[in-house]
């Protein structure tokens, strides 16, 4: 039975981008808590047996597009729902973290 | 004539094509529909008048044609609807009006169907029982104290009361079945693959699918037929032809068909009424021909909570770019917030709790020291359930059980209980990790409330649903919503 | 410390990711085009914005570059393979996950030779996959341009979604102090095998081709130490200068007792050292899972095999065949790959100058002016075709070497092309009998004197007279020609 912290909901909320008050915080570890205590049981059945996983439901492969050029949309339209735009350009506040 | 609203998707497109009355007519009459009731109901996030209109009058002048021509139509508001508003329940879309149409909603539009507005959801359609929409609930029909079934109670809700003969929903683990089930009408999940997710806004990609809903199997079928078929632009999209639905729909009889009854989907944890009328259901389709048996699918137990893994996980990432850059909500930029902040404090106040608790789960779930244990297990429980499906379909053509555990709950009885409001998805699930096509059919009434019976089939069998289905309603005609409230 | 005193005391591990953006005429998974240069988000749409709602469709011509690239590094291909999603955020990245390869990349396991300093180094590949771009952002309020400092940034999506082949050489060890030199000669050959391909333009200056330089130091015998990766590394030049900052920092560092830091670090141009940037002990977790939106990749084993044996000539082959048909040295045809210039040379080859005069050329004038230029050699703006034209105009003499030279600097000046510039600054070689005849009787007219003496039997003293020549046609005169009409005139022969 997993036992979630209050620090390790903070660690995944950063990696999500979500800010979170220290109560959200706390109920979502005793929720989390009890959901992956939920879940944890089908490790039952897949330890016993070794099973591929499968990660698409239908069997399908090599589905591709030629390389050809299509219409783009016309920038207004891009830009359409942006918060704020600039000079064609989406804006956005300063950034902190150094290009990846 | 009975009153145009009542009338169905097949006698409203007859009754056009025929001359007997008009697109607009039609259009005019459930807009008055929905501004009659829907102020109790609350099926619609938004009603497109203008468009409607301008869309009956193309299919008055001739210029769009079809077997589904002039009818109106509820359209779920995950899809995208070129310049109207589609907020997929959620405030982090609020006013978003999107550039592009859905692939879906493209081709309701080539087939003349009159699209009213957008319906209500989950938000994200992370729910069973549109109470998590930040635009209020969607109230059932039947008793409107009661939820409409989720993630799409809005489009029910709109068959259920009348508001338009067609809807589309979509479903992930029963986002279809299950408020069909909950308000007496017809929900398909296709095959997946089978509609292109083109337009789709994702909740779990290798999960979700949109599918018709409608009061009778027939217009389920026709909707069917004009949504489905391959997209280039979706790469997990069949290239098949459509499996023959409207001609099953239209077929009334069940000999020679094998119906499995799923044991793992029957017994404790569904209500007592809910498996009266299942057994009921089950007895009548072998009256009309069917052979019937009972089936072992040892690991649908283990569907829900490998469900409960892979759709959070999938979510996790799809709702990453809802990032306050290029569209939607954008809160905290006062000049002196860096972008992280922008964004972190954006999702917070934009995301509701149930996708926040989802998306920190899922990051979870595939975080680096844990994804063997969780999602890469889950991954292999699909495996053993799809050898379940096939192992079945080597004894049955179809496998039955009732669409979900309980009938309409009243609002708010399971919003403190996550994994409560996770169980009504317990006989759903099993169909979309999977990926074969399954359907709800109304099944009667238990304490005046609707129950759903419901039907899997092979992939690419979609057909085999509508012939259950054809069959049932045939021989037993769904009640009708009592509607005590309109008066 | 000194580079090579730091390489005598310690052993280099060096590692180098390069990506390739692909010259594919649509991105990697929607149909919006790739042309460089355009109006900031014109090429963009629902799929490469990452609107809600939109899906991506590979493209084929992308899956097979990246094979025929992994087949020419001679790696395995797969058989089966997936694309995966790589999770984190940033502003240039519409959906906040990379759609790239994970555990299951489409080549694996391959090798590229290279020359260096006259012996063959194996450079080993550990993988070689397929992966999108990012748009791009601008900072804007700061002082250099770069986010430090900056107020807000603006953020461009057209080059988001253009697909771009990761290839991950294995550890290279045993370099001793020729680490910088491999790491550019593997750079070099790369691109040269590349442009070979003819899948990418591989530009380091636009960005086409990218290159982080991984370093790490450890005394003989001893485990390998911690190493660092050193990014905007834009030219070959710099491939050699980061690994020899490195070199040098981290052997002080480890001289003194210190640590090193996992860290990436930032290379700049103008003082040829690196400075820290993001501090990479918490690796970020990337939360890798499979694609759902994409099916699974299978190349047809026939197929790979058909595109192997259409590959071209590799590089070294091709200098090899160079070096005997046009009898140009070893060290000629290596020296030329080391200056860029190789494609270059050939190409005037084949625009028909003689293979010695296009290698003058180029790793001469051509070179210098480049490198006064702070461009490589293949961004010049002077094409092949122009420089055999020059040579043409030399070789028939319509041109002296000193005209020659005038008339490349105007092209690159953008004057137009060698025979408009001949024209516009009035270039000819004046060989008119009668022009030249005219001004031979007008210098002898004005040195008469000198004309006397030629007359008299100092047949040397006509120097002065064709000098006068000279000078009163600009250079431009037939200097072997003016001789002759000097001493007919004057009636006495050589």
């Known amino acids: ?100 | 004539m009975t009153e145009l609203t009542r009338m169905t998707a097949a006698e409203l497109a007859g009754a056009i094509r025929e001359k007997q009355v008009s697109a607009v007519e039609v259009a005019q009459a459930h807009l008055e529909r929905v501004e009659q009731v829907d102020g109790r109901v609350h099926a619609f996030l938004h009603v497109d008048e203008e468009g409607a209109l301008e869309q009956a009058r193309r299919v008055d002048a001739g210029e769009l044609t079809g077997p589904l021509a002039g009818v109106p139509l509820a359209l779920k508001d995950v899809l995208t609807q070129q310049d109207v508003p589609t907020t997929c329940g959620s405030k982090i879309l609020e006013g978003w009006r999107p550039p592009y149409d859905a692939t879906v909603t493209e081709r309701l539009k080539a087939a003349g169907v009159v699209i009213l507005g957008k319906t209500n959801m989950d938000e994200f359609a992370m729910g069973s029982s549109t109470e998590h929409s930040a635009y209020g609930p969607t109230c059932n029909p039947w008793d409107l104290s009661r939820i409409p079934g989720g993630s799409g109670g809005g489009s029910s809700a709109a068959l259920a009361s009348y508001q338009a003969p067609l809807a589309i929903g979509t479903d992930t683990g029963g986002s279809i079945r299950q408020p069909a089930a909950v308000t007496g009408t017809v929900g398909v999940k296709p095959t997946y693959g089978g509609v292109s997710r083109y337009g789709l806004v994702a909740f779990s990609s290798s999960l979700d699918q949109a599918g018709p809903c409608a009061r009778t199997v027939l217009d389920a079928a026709l909707l069917h037929a004009v949504i489905a078929g391959h997209d280039p632009r979706d790469s997990t999209s069949i290239d098949a032809a459509v499996p023959p639905v409207v001609e099953a729909a239209q077929t009334r009889d069940l000999a020679g068909l094998r119906v499995g009854v799923v044991r793992e989907l029957t017994g404790e944890g569904y209500e007592p009424g809910v498996q009266a009328r299942f057994d009921e259901t089950v007895q009548l389709l072998q009256e009309l021909g069917a052979t019937v048996s009972e089936v072992s699918c040892p690991h649908f137990g283990y569907a829900l909570p490998a469900y409960y893994l892979i759709a959070p996980s999938e979510a996790s990432s799809n709702l990453a770019r809802f990032d306050a850059v290029r569209y939607g909500l954008r809160v905290g930029d006062d000049g002196e917030r860096s972008l992280e902040e922008v964004m972190a404090l954006t999702r917070a106040v934009g995301f509701g709790p149930e996708v926040k608790r989802r998306i920190v789960l899922g990051t979870y779930a595939l975080s680096s020291g844990y994804y063997d244990a969780y999602y890469g297990q889950a991954q292999k429980v699909r495996t053993l359930i799809s050898r379940d499906f096939q192992q079945a379909w080597m004894s049955v053509d179809v496998l039955v059980s009732p669409t979900c555990p309980t009938v309409a709950f009243p609002l708010g009885a399971k919003l403190e209980d996550p994994l409560a409001m996770y169980r009504q998805d317990v006989a759903s699930i099993p169909a979309n990790l999977y990926g074969g096509p399954a359907a709800s059919f109304p099944a009667g009434l238990s304490d005046g409330l609707p129950v759903g019976l419901q039907v899997m089939a092979p992939t690419l069998r979609d057909d085999l649903l509508y012939r259950v289905g054809a069959a049932l309603e045939a021989a037993r005609p769904a009640p009708a919503p009592p509607l005590d409230w309109e008066s | 410390m000194p580079y090579e005193t730091a390489l005598a005391e310690f052993e280099a591990v060096i590692g180098l990711e390069t990506h390739v953006e692909l010259g594919t005429a649509s991105k990697m998974f929607c149909g919006c085009a790739t042309t460089f240069g355009a109006e900031p988000n014109t090429q963009t749409c629902p799929v490469c914005l990452g609107l809600p709602g939109a899906l991506p469709v590979a493209n084929a011509t992308a899956i097979e570059s990246t094979i025929r690239i992994g087949l020419a590094l001679h790696c395995d291909i797969a058989t089966w393979c997936r694309f995966a999603r790589k999770n984190y955020f940033y502003p240039d990245m519409p959906k906040n996950f990379q759609t790239s390869q994970y555990d299951e990349p489409l080549c694996t396991d391959g090798w590229l030779d290279v020359q260096v300093e006259g012996e063959t180094v194996r450079v080993p590949i550990e993988r070689v996959h397929l992966e999108e771009d990012t748009g791009k952002t601008l900072h804007v309020g700061g002082l250099t341009g770069r986010i430090h400092g900056a107020s807000h940034s603006l953020v461009d999506y057209n080059r988001a979604g253009i697909p771009l082949v990761e290839i991950v050489t294995k550890p290279i060890v045993g370099t001793g102090a020729k680490a910088a030199v491999v790491a550019k000669a593997y750079v070099a050959e790369l691109r040269d095998l590349l442009r070979g391909l003819g899948v990418s333009d591989v530009r380091m200056e636009q960005g086409s081709l990218r290159c982080d330089v991984n370093t790490s130091l450890a005394r003989p015998g001893e485990p390998w130490g911690t190493r660092t990766e050193t990014k905007n590394v834009n030219s070959l030049r710099s491939v050699e200068r980061a690994v020899r900052s490195e070199v040098e920092r981290q052997a002080e560092v480890l001289r003194g007792g210190g640590r090193i830091v996992q860290e990436t670090r930032h290379f700049h141009e103008d003082t040829g050292t690196t400075t820290s940037g993001r501090s990479k002990e918490e690796a970020t977790d990337y939360r890798y899972f499979p694609e759902p939106d994409l099916v699974p990749i299978a190349p047809d084993p026939a197929w790979v095999a058909e595109l192997k044996a259409a590959l071209p000539e590799p590089p070294s082959a091709r200098r090899a065949r160079l070096t005997a048909e046009l009898g140009l040295s070893e060290l000629d045809s290596q020296a030329m790959v080391n200056a860029g210039v190789l494609d270059l040379v050939l190409a005037t080859v084949a625009e028909g100058a003689p293979a010695a005069e296009a290698r003058n050329w180029w790793l001469g004038h051509l070179a210098q002016q480049a490198n006064s230029a702070g461009v490589s050699p293949d961004e010049l703006a002077v094409a092949p075709a122009q420089v055999a034209r020059v040579v043409a105009l030399v070789a028939e003499g319509s041109l002296t070497a000193t005209m020659a030279k005038q008339v490349v600097d105007g092209v690159l000046a953008g004057e137009g092309g060698p025979d408009e510039v001949v024209a516009a600054r009035g270039l000819a070689v004046v060989s008119d009998e009668g022009a030249l005849t005219t001004a031979v009787d007008e210098a002898i007219a004005a040195n008469a004197d000198v004309a006397q003496k030629v007359r008299d039997g100092k047949v040397a003293a006509a120097g002065a007279l064709v000098g006068a020549v000279m000078k009163a046609t600009r250079g431009q005169a037939d200097a072997a020609a003016v001789r002759r009409i000097v001493l007919e005139r004057l009636g006495v022969s050589e």
């Open chain 1, 1 to 100: 039975m997993p036992e979630i912290t209050r620090e390790e909901v903070a660690h995944l909320a950063r990696l999500a981008r979500l800010a979170l008050e220290d109560e959200e915080l706390d109920r979502l570890a005793g929720q989390l808590d009890v959901i992956l205590g939920a879940v944890a049981q089908i490790k039952e059945v897949t330890d016993a047996a070794d099973v591929p996983p499968t990660s698409h439901a239908v069997p399908l492969q090599n589905v591709f597009r030629p390389d050809v050029v299509t219409a783009s949309l016309p920038r207004e339209r891009a830009l359409s729902g942006a918060p704020e735009a600039e000079e064609g350009r989406f804006r956005v506040p300063r950034i902190l973290d150094d290009e990846a």
